[in-house]
């Protein structure tokens, strides 16, 4: 009997921790920690993607910005965080793909579940120039949810100059990637 005991003891242990680290798919729904992304990418053909959302709030300065101030343009929308490894490992990658595409391409954050400094302190460390809206609930990635809805940190989409959502990837990107993701949607 005690043998049998440990062993519904270890299940319903490890059931418990299994439940504490997929309490949800949604990142801006998890209360605890956060889901991190798997690497796929999902690119729907050009007649087959949705509009992008009506994205609007504050920069991490307090200014107003919105992506209807990109329309034409093709544009790189990544969530990520100050406390997120894998926005780490990819932010050397967003800083020199943003700074050679020039004003070809609007790169855009979402910083959620950060404060304002944390936020900015990694921009400077990272050599982040484009601006993020700040979003510390996470709200604002609630708008994809019609198109290529978010279920990791990070999550990046590519808007096509039309307007639609071109990709989504969940999980850091690479330059290679990310150079690839915003030829093939510029292009439609």
Same mark, same amino acid.
């Given at each position: 009997?005690?043998?049998?005991?440990?062993?519904?003891?270890?299940?319903?242990?490890?059931?418990?921790?299994?439940?504490?680290?997929?309490?949800?798919?949604?990142?801006?729904?998890?209360? $605890?920690?956060?889901? =991190?992304?798997?690497?796929?990418?999902?690119?729907?053909? =050009?007649?087959?993607?949705?509009?992008? #959302?009506?994205?609007?709030?504050?920069?991490?300065?307090?200014?107003?910005?919105?992506?209807?101030?990109?329309? %034409?343009?093709?544009?790189?929308?990544?969530?990520? $965080?100050?406390?997120?490894?894998?926005?780490?490992?990819?932010?050397?990658?967003?800083?020199?793909?943003?700074?050679?595409?020039?004003?070809?391409?609007?790169?855009?954050?979402?910083?959620?579940?950060?404060?304002?400094?944390? =936020?900015?302190?990694?921009?400077?460390?990272? %050599?982040?120039?484009?601006?993020?809206?700040?979003?510390?609930?996470?709200?604002?990635?609630?708008?994809?949810?019609?198109?290529? #809805?978010?279920?990791?940190?990070?999550?990046?989409?590519?808007?096509?100059?039309? %307007?639609?959502?071109?990709?989504?990837?969940?999980?850091?990107?690479?330059?290679?990637?990310?150079?690839?993701?915003?030829?093939?949607?510029?292009?439609?």
């Amino acid at each position: 009997m005690t043998v049998r005991l440990v062993r519904l003891a270890a299940t319903a242990a490890a059931l418990a921790l299994l439940a504490g680290c997929s309490s949800s798919t949604q990142a801006d729904e998890t209360t $605890g920690g956060f889901v =991190a992304g798997d690497g796929s990418i999902t690119a729907p053909k =050009a007649d087959e993607r949705k509009p992008a #959302p009506a994205l609007e709030g504050e920069t991490l300065d307090g200014d107003p910005i919105k992506l209807a101030d990109f329309a %034409g343009k093709t544009v790189v929308v990544n969530v990520w $965080g100050s406390w997120c490894a894998e926005c780490r490992v990819e932010a050397p990658a967003f800083a020199a793909v943003a700074a050679e595409t020039g004003d070809d391409v609007q790169f855009l954050g979402i910083n959620i579940r950060d404060s304002r400094a944390a =936020a900015k302190a990694y921009d400077e460390n990272f %050599g982040i120039t484009y601006p993020s809206l700040f979003d510390p609930a996470g709200t604002t990635v609630l708008g994809f949810r019609d198109s290529l #809805p978010s279920m990791a940190v990070p999550t990046t989409w590519v808007i096509a100059p039309d %307007g639609t959502v071109a990709a989504r990837m969940l999980g850091s990107v690479s330059e290679p990637t990310l150079r690839g993701l915003i030829e093939d949607a510029s292009d439609g």
